[in-house]
């Protein structure tokens, strides 16, 4: 268990519709990473955020955007989803925000668009 | 931009084997590099990592990755492996500086035979 923790498990939606991903980092982490992983792209960086504020965006759509609350907790929203945006989402936290950080991840949330 | 290649996407050994899993990368500059393991329904976790000093770098687990600046590549290595460790195993990389963006491989996947 590293201490990252992610709900829901499983998700499973229409076309069109949006969701929700929540993530929880390990007590005392400030940074908060969020990756898709699908069987054709591998996983993939989406955003950073790092005590509230974005750090860094790697290639994430536009109908998606993420936040970072005060409790440190994040959300990634998904909108007007496509069957392409099926995958794997994880989450990972760090300390702090540099690159010697050892990230730890979650156990993903599993996304179907049906 | 960075990349990574993981150039065996799945691999089959018998315990005791040797294991050799390849990983290249292209970035102009300076890099950390990274080797995180998945086990069948679990999370991603660091095996090790790279950001500088000695090129060969041993982790857990009896692994081992060595950074070959003019080869560009960052190869896993273990003498022998175990049934315990099937995983998909991924190789990722970090521009040295700034903000955390990693960009990781597709991933090898790794079973072994007892």
């Known amino acids: 268990d590293s201490g990252v923790t992610q709900t829901p498990k499983h998700l499973i939606t229409a076309t069109g519709q949006r969701v929700t991903l929540r993530c929880s980092p390990r007590?005392?982490?400030?940074?908060v990473y969020w990756y898709q992983q699908s069987l054709d792209q591998g996983l993939q960086f989406l955003i950073h955020?790092?005590?509230?504020?974005?750090?860094a965006k790697g290639n994430i759509l536009e109908r998606f955007s993420a936040q970072q609350f005060p409790d440190l907790h994040s959300e990634l929203n998904l909108s007007s989803l496509e069957l392409g945006d099926s995958a794997l989402y994880f989450c990972?936290?760090?300390?702090?925000?540099?690159?010697?950080?050892?990230?730890?991840f979650g156990p993903g949330t599993r996304l179907t668009v049906l | 931009a960075q990349s990574v290649s993981q150039h065996n996407h799945h691999v089959i050994l018998s315990e005791a084997a040797s294991l050799e899993l390849g990983c290249n990368y292209s970035?102009?500059?300076?890099?950390?590099l990274f080797w995180y393991v998945q086990y069948p329904g679990q999370h991603l976790q660091l095996l090790l990592k790279y950001f500088s000093g000695d090129p060969l770098v041993k982790g857990i687990k009896g692994f081992e990755a060595e950074f070959i600046k003019s080869k560009f590549s960052f190869n896993l290595r273990k003498p022998s492996v175990q049934w315990s460790d099937t995983a998909e195993y991924f190789c990722?990389?970090?521009?040295?500086?700034?903000?955390?963006?990693?960009?990781f491989g597709i991933g090898t996947k790794l079973q072994v035979i007892p």
């Open positions: 990722a990389v970090n521009a040295s500086g700034g903000y955390q963006k990693v960009t």
């Open positions: 970035y102009g500059g300076t890099v950390n």
């Open positions: 955020y790092y005590n509230g504020e974005e750090r």
């Open positions: 007590s005392g982490d400030l940074s």
């Open positions: 990972a936290s760090s300390v702090e925000q540099g690159v010697a950080d050892t990230q730890y």
